[in-house]
């Protein structure tokens, strides 16, 4: 095979690995996706404990069932304007992969909207944005009716050593 026709090949089989069912939500009018596999469970909002000395996108920590589990508003991670939470505010509980093996985390999101089964023909790279923007933790575009949903990376979402801290506080 030719050097262009293994990279061809490689490129068809990752955008067929994010091919899948993709649970939905909305951040500040935007749509995103999450793998469903990566997804433990949804809850409604919750008293959050804060914890001293973290950065500003992570809430604090929820008692889920006897497991403590640190939560962070993904809107302020992603550096958009914080908003008070509403009775359809809600966290998702994930599974991230962490440097002592998986960890579980909350995430505040607006509103959770469905899961969604995506095909590979609708998802397409992400667009080279520049040198100086990171978009490693997006896993594509998804082309739906009009409109683009976000495909995030959860394990990407947080640096390593945000990671770290999480693991720490959890």
């Known amino acids: 095979m030719t050097r262009l026709t293994e990279t061809v090949d490689q490129a068809v089989k990752a955008m067929g690995q994010k091919e899948g069912?993709?649970?939905?939500?909305t951040l500040a009018d935007e749509e995103y996706g999450i793998g469903?596999?990566?997804?433990?469970?949804?809850?409604?909002?919750?008293?959050?404990?804060?914890?001293?000395?973290?950065?500003t996108f992570v809430k604090g920590v929820v008692n889920l069932r006897g497991k403590v589990i640190p939560v962070i508003d993904l809107r302020?991670?992603?550096?958009?304007?914080?908003?008070?939470y509403t009775d359809r505010t809600c966290?998702?509980?994930?599974?991230?992969?962490?440097?002592?093996?998986?960890?579980?985390?909350g995430l505040v999101v607006d509103t959770v909207s469905e899961?969604?089964?995506?095909?590979?023909?609708?998802?397409?790279?992400?667009?080279?944005?520049?040198?100086?923007?990171?978009?490693?933790?997006?896993?594509?575009?998804?082309?739906?009716?009009?409109?683009?949903k976000i495909l995030l990376d959860i394990d990407k979402v947080l640096r390593s050593e945000e990671i770290t801290l999480l693991e720490k506080t959890g």
Do not use: Q
């Open 76 to 84: 302020i991670r992603f550096g958009l304007k914080a908003m008070e």
């Open 91 to 105: 966290i998702i509980v994930v599974e991230i992969a962490g440097e002592s093996g998986s960890i579980m985390v």
């Open 36 to 55: 469903i596999l990566k997804i433990k469970e949804i809850i409604g909002m919750m008293p959050i404990t804060p914890v001293p000395r973290t950065p």
């Open 21 to 25: 069912k993709y649970l939905t939500f």
């Open 115 to 148: 899961v969604l089964n995506i095909k590979t023909n609708d998802i397409e790279e992400t667009p080279a944005f520049g040198a100086n923007l990171d978009t490693d933790y997006i896993l594509g575009m998804a082309k739906m009716e009009g409109g683009v």
